[in-house]
């Protein structure tokens, strides 16, 4: 199978990230097209979807997955992304490294199984490797089952635990993988890539 994925330009991809997290009724707060650009404008960032037919309607093509990554600095200004450098600080080495954050991602319910986030993950690393990124980092919670073994199968290494005392299932799981031409020979993938500006 060949994955046809389309890699998008800032505004026009915000708009696609806000209109395909419409789908994700699992995410407890959605991104809007204003978040991602404000998020992603002053910073090496990728914007990555696949598509494919509708099952009973071969003919209509619709955005299935994405994945949405931007470059991480050792000094941040955003709130967000200082707590995100200082909590990962003792496990990444930010100096003379370019490290890359993978933000958010995900596969439409009704083509979940079928490889499409491996192709994104794929694209991604091939992209990262291109554009000088030594490692991948990502973060997601104990309660996020399947992208916790998705990640595994993806091989990424488990970097850091911080448990939530109240509620285990939303303790925090930091995971990276280290990028270099080993990883690119793994890939499975076959991918038809478009670049949309
Ligand atoms: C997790 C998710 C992205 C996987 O997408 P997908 O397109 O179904 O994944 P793929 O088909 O590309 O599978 C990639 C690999 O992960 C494995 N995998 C996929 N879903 C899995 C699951 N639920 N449990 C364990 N492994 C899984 C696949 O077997 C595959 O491994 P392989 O290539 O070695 O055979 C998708 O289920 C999703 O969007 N879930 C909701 C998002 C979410 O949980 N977000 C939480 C915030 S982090």
Known sequence: MEYHIRQYGLQQGALEIQYIEEFFGEFPRRKTSAEVI?????RDHQI??????????AATVVPVAFKVSHELRETESDPELMDLVQRLGGCVKFSGRRVLYSWI???RRDWRGQGFFRALTEQQEAWALDNGFDEVVVKTKNKSYGMRGTLDHLEFDVLHFEPNPEDRRESKVYLSKRLGRAVLDQHRSRRDVVNVR
Do not use: S
Request: aromatic share 0%; hydrophobic share 45%; glycine share 12%.
């Open 48 to 57: 990555v979807m696949a598509e494919a037919a509708l099952p009973d309607d």
């Open 105 to 107: 991602g995900g596969t």
């Open 38 to 42: 404000a998020r992603l404008q002053h």
